[in-house]
C-alpha cells in the first residue's frame, strides 16, 4: 500500500509549547494527524469514521473486517418475533439502535410490526446507550432506563438488583451472542428470549483487509482503529489464517496504536495483551479526538541544529512545517532517530534501506534527506564513522532530556 504525503510544506504545527515554535509568520497550524497512515476496519459508518480522521490531516485506509448481514428472512427472528407476539415480555433489552430498528423493520415485511409494537407496550424496555434509546422512541415505546456507561454488564447488574425471577426477558441481540449475559439471567430465574436481528460475516471482498494486515505487520500503518469487538477478533482471526498473527500483534503492541471506541470494543486485542485506548464516551467523535491527542505524543521533538524535528509516519516535521519523505528516506531518518545525537555507520543505514546497495547508496539517501528536510545541518556526517542527527545537546541537558 501506498500513501500522499501532504504536499503543504507551508503548514505548520501546533507547537508543543510557545517556546518551541520558530516561525511567527502566522501560517496555518497543521492538523494533529497529518503525516499518520490511519486504519478504519469498520463496516457500519466507515465512511463518517474516515472524514473524520482525514479532517484531522490523516491519510486513511479503510477495509471492513466484517459485514453486517440483516436476518429479515431468517426463520430464528420470525420465530422469536412471533413468539413475543403471542407471549409477551416483561422486560425489553435493546443493545443497538441499528438492531432495534432492524427487528422492528424485519416485522413490517411480514405484516407483524405493529403487534411486536404493541406487545413491547406493557414490557419494562431497557436501552443499552442512546442509539438504542432513540430506536426504542422511535418505535413510539419510552425506555425505562439506559446506563450512563453504554455497558451491557451496567444493564445486567440493574435487572439482577431489580429481580428477573419468573420474568420473560427479550434480549436484542448485537451481532453475536451474549452467552455470559443470558446466562446470568436463566440464573437468576429468568425465561431469556433471544433476537438476533443480524449478524457479522467476512468480507465480501477479503483483499483490502488482506492487504491491511500486511501494511499493519510490515510497519506502513501509525494507527488502527476500531467500532466493534466482532471487527478486533475478525482482524486477528484474518491474521492467523495468514500466517501474520504473531507480526501483526507485535505491532500493536508497539509501534502501532490500537483506538477503540471503548472497553468492550477492546476485548479481544485485550486477550493478545495489546495496550488499547478508548475515550471516556463511546462515541466515534471522540476516539478521533483521543486518537488526535495520544498519537502525536508518540513522537518527541528532537532539538536538531537549532530546529524542533518531529517524525511522524510517512512526514517529518521541522520546526512545524511538514516535509514530506519517502518510505526508504523514513526508515533512515527513523534509524537515525533511533539514537539522536549517536553515530550511526553506514552498514546500519544501509540495512535500513533495504535490498543490495553499497556506501553510495547510503550517501544517496542521506543527501536527499538533507534536503528533504530543508536544512543540510540537520544530519551531520562524521568522517570515517557514518552520521548522526545534530543533537542540540546544552538544550537537552537544559531540559532534562
Do not use: N
Not at 449475559?181 to 483487509?209: I, K, N, S
Not at 514530506?324 to 526508515?331: C, D, E
Not at 533495504?354 to 556506501?359: I, L, N, V, Y
Amino acid at each position: 500500500m501506498t500513501s500522499t504525503p501532504p504536499t503543504a510544506p507551508a503548514a505548520r504545527e501546533a507547537p508543543d509549547d510557545p517556546a518551541d515554535d520558530r516561525s511567527s509568520s502566522g501560517a496555518a497550524t497543521v492538523a494533529p494527524l497529518a503525516g499518520f497512515t490511519v486504519a478504519v476496519t469498520a463496516a457500519r459508518r466507515a465512511d463518517e469514521l474516515a472524514a473524520l480522521l482525514r479532517r484531522k490531516g490523516a491519510e486513511v485506509v479503510s477495509a471492513p473486517a466484517l459485514r453486517i448481514v440483516p436476518l429479515s428472512d431468517d426463520q430464528r427472528l420470525a420465530t422469536a418475533s412471533r413468539e413475543l407476539i403471542r407471549r409477551p415480555a416483561d422486560v425489553v433489552v435493546a443493545t443497538t439502535g441499528i438492531g432495534f430498528r432492524g427487528w422492528v423493520e424485519a416485522c413490517d415485511t411480514w405484516g407483524g410490526a405493529e403487534r411486536l409494537v404493541r406487545a413491547m407496550g406493557s414490557a419494562r424496555v431497557l436501552a443499552r446507550g442512546p442509539k438504542a434509546k432513540g430506536a426504542i422512541r422511535a418505535a413510539g415505546l419510552r425506555e425505562e432506563w439506559s446506563p450512563p456507561s453504554e455497558s451491557s454488564a451496567e444493564v445486567l447488574d440493574y435487572l439482577l438488583e431489580s429481580g428477573v425471577e419468573g420474568l420473560r426477558v427479550a434480549v436484542q441481540l448485537h451481532g453475536e451472542p451474549l452467552p455470559d449475559f443470558c446466562a446470568a439471567l436463566r440464573m437468576a430465574g429468568a425465561e431469556v428470549v433471544e433476537v438476533p436481528v443480524y449478524r457479522w460475516m467476512e468480507p465480501e471482498d477479503t483483499a483490502p483487509l488482506d492487504r491491511l494486515i500486511e501494511d499493519v505487520a510490515a510497519g506502513g500503518v501509525d494507527a488502527v482503529t476500531f467500532t466493534s469487538a466482532p471487527a478486533a477478533a475478525a482482524l486477528l482471526d484474518r491474521a492467523r489464517r495468514q500466517g501474520l498473527h504473531r507480526p501483526l500483534v507485535e505491532r500493536l503492541r508497539g509501534e502501532t496504536m490500537a483506538v477503540c471506541v471503548g472497553p468492550v470494543t477492546a476485548r479481544p486485542l485485550m486477550g493478545e495483551d495489546v495496550p488499547t485506548v478508548w475515550p471516556a464516551r463511546a462515541r466515534i467523535g471522540a476516539m478521533v479526538k483521543r486518537l488526535a491527542e495520544e498519537l502525536p505524543e508518540r513522537f518527541p521533538a528532537l532539538p536538531v541544529a537549532g530546529h524542533r524535528l518531529r517524525l511522524r509516519g510517512h512526514a517529518a516535521l521541522v520546526d512545524g512545517a511538514v516535509c514530506p519523505v519517502s518510505p526508504a528516506l523514513m526508515r533512515v531518518l527513523r534509524e537515525l532517530a533511533r539514537r539522536p545525537g549517536q553515530v550511526r555507520d553506514r552498514a546500519d543505514l544501509l540495512a535500513s534501506l533495504g535490498g543490495d546497495g553499497d556506501a553510495h547508496a547510503v550517501e544517496t539517501a542521506v543527501a536527499r534527506l538533507r534536503s528533504a528536510l530543508g536544512d543540510p545541518r540537520i544530519i551531520q556526517t562524521v568522517v570515517k564513522r557514518g552520521y548522526r542527527l545534530a543533537l542540540d545537546t546544552g538544550e537537552c541537558a537544559l531540559r532534562g532530556d
